[in-house]
């Protein structure tokens, strides 16, 4: 996918007005802290489920509010407000501010536009979007799954979408603004087979994307994947017991690179010693054929972003490479103030290669205080093309959605297995 281009975030009336804004900030630094911030956020979002043939719900929400952090050393004064009077927020940045000790008059803030990357374009905000429209996506998918064979007898479809309108400003004098649209369609599908067999597929996808891309990306291919897949699995036997030799496809397979490598490159588990990569630095980590990259700048992708949730423009971090070094950390700007670093991505999603496609999304609550998050992690490619690895391995399986690694990455327990059988060379194409 081509990367996007660099130019000048387009000016739009802020979501709270800059006065008010600077003096936020200049109550969040009244006892003493060494940097403020004042995060805003507006968001909107749209949820569509279908099961049995019916549309079960059709719900849309709205959420706005306003966190204010104050940070002195290692320490995080954080208070936030759904109460946009300005009474109300001074008292929110005043309690943030109890974090330091003492008082003081702090200096005038003057705020200025951070330049963003624009890395999606989605002209029409999905808000926008009747409610209609996006119910008829799973009805067109739930039709196409179930007409794919007759061995379908369940199907569930689901839609979801979120505008999110985010400001974001701090004592440094940075002002950034961004719109961000996040849409999915998925469908799940259950196969009922021989003998009371049943097998489950699921195939989905989105981004931060028009909602004209279902027109390509269509209800009804969505539909027969996801029937394919778990038409497919019929008839399969048990895979064998014991240490395997494992290809990682895209997709779900990024859950273990989420898991087992992700969260322990996150400043605050390295400051603290409960990472396994801590004291690593520069050391060899893995196997040569790994490079691990952290990636906000995939046009259109789930997990990209303009400007991060601490006000920094989505970028491009390879934190190891070859697996002979580990090149960086994942910084927020409270560990990276302790640490002497710069502040980096502040997300959460991860994903394989090529379908860097997942990522988080939630109001302006209690969770701004996120020290060192992702954006989209993925592996870089290997040495070898798809059919070696496959000629290379003894049996073929197909593997469902799984997932979970503690941070210290040694013990992989299977929450969610959909499949995982031995499959013949024609089932597995």
């Not at 549309?55 to 208070?79: H, K, P």
């Not at 936030?80 to 940045?93: C, G, K, N, Q, W």
């Not at 400001?167 to 940075?174: F, K, Y």
Request: positive net charge; proline residues 5%; charged residues 25%.
């Amino acid at each position: 996918m081509p990367k996007a281009v660099r130019k000048p975030a387009a000016a739009r009336a802020p979501l709270l007005a800059l006065t008010l804004v600077e003096k936020l900030l200049s109550a969040a630094m009244s006892r003493g802290a060494e940097f403020a911030e004042v995060y805003v956020e507006r968001s909107t979002t749209t949820a569509v489920s279908l099961d049995e043939g019916k549309v079960r719900s059709a719900q849309v929400g709205a959420v706005t509010g306003v966190g204010v952090r104050a940070i002195r050393g290692a320490q995080v004064g954080y208070a936030y407000s759904d109460d946009l009077d300005e009474a109300a927020l001074l008292r929110t940045a005043q309690t943030a501010a109890l974090i330091a000790e003492g008082n003081r008059e702090p200096g005038p803030v003057a705020l200025s536009r951070t330049p963003l990357p624009t890395y999606y374009q989605v002209k029409q905000p999905l808000a926008a979007i009747d409610v209609s429209r996006k119910i008829e996506l799973v009805r067109e998918a739930d039709a196409a799954a179930r007409a794919h064979d007759r061995r379908i007898k369940q199907v569930m479809a689901g839609y979801a979408d979120q505008t999110r309108e985010i400001l974001v400003a701090n004592t440094l004098g940075h002002l950034a603004e961004d719109r961000q649209d996040l849409c999915r369609l998925g469908v799940s599908c259950v196969a009922f087979g021989k003998g009371g067999e049943r097998r489950t597929g699921f195939y989905g996808g989105g981004g931060r994307v028009d909602f004209r891309f279902f027109e390509d990306f269509s209800p009804a291919q969505v539909g027969r994947e996801a029937a394919r897949q778990a038409i497919a699995t019929l008839g399969a036997v048990p895979a064998p017991a014991g240490p395997q030799t494992v290809v990682l496809a895209p997709g779900w397979s990024g859950i273990l690179l989420h898991e087992a490598v992700g969260h322990g490159l996150e400043a605050d588990f390295i400051r603290k010693g409960t990472s396994l990569f801590a004291g690593k630095l520069g050391e060899k980590v893995a196997s040569e054929l790994v490079t691990v990259i952290d990636d906000g700048t995939v046009a259109g992708g789930r997990g990209s972003l303009n400007v991060d949730d601490e006000g920094n423009p989505g970028e491009r971090k390879v934190l190891i490479e070859k697996a002979r070094h580990l090149l960086d950390v994942l910084f927020g700007l409270g560990n990276a103030d302790v640490r002497g670093a710069t502040g980096g991505v502040a997300d959460l999603s991860m994903a394989a290669p090529e379908v860097l496609d997942r990522t988080r999304a939630a109001s302006a609550g209690p969770r701004r205080h996120r020290p060192g998050n992702r954006s989209t992690a993925g592996l870089g490619p290997g040495d070898r093309d798809k059919p070696q690895h496959v000629e290379s391995l003894r049996h073929l399986c197909r593997t469902g959605r799984a997932g979970n690694l503690a941070l210290g990455w040694r013990d992989f327990a299977r929450r969610r297995l959909n499949v995982a059988r031995r499959l013949s060379p024609e089932q597995s194409q």
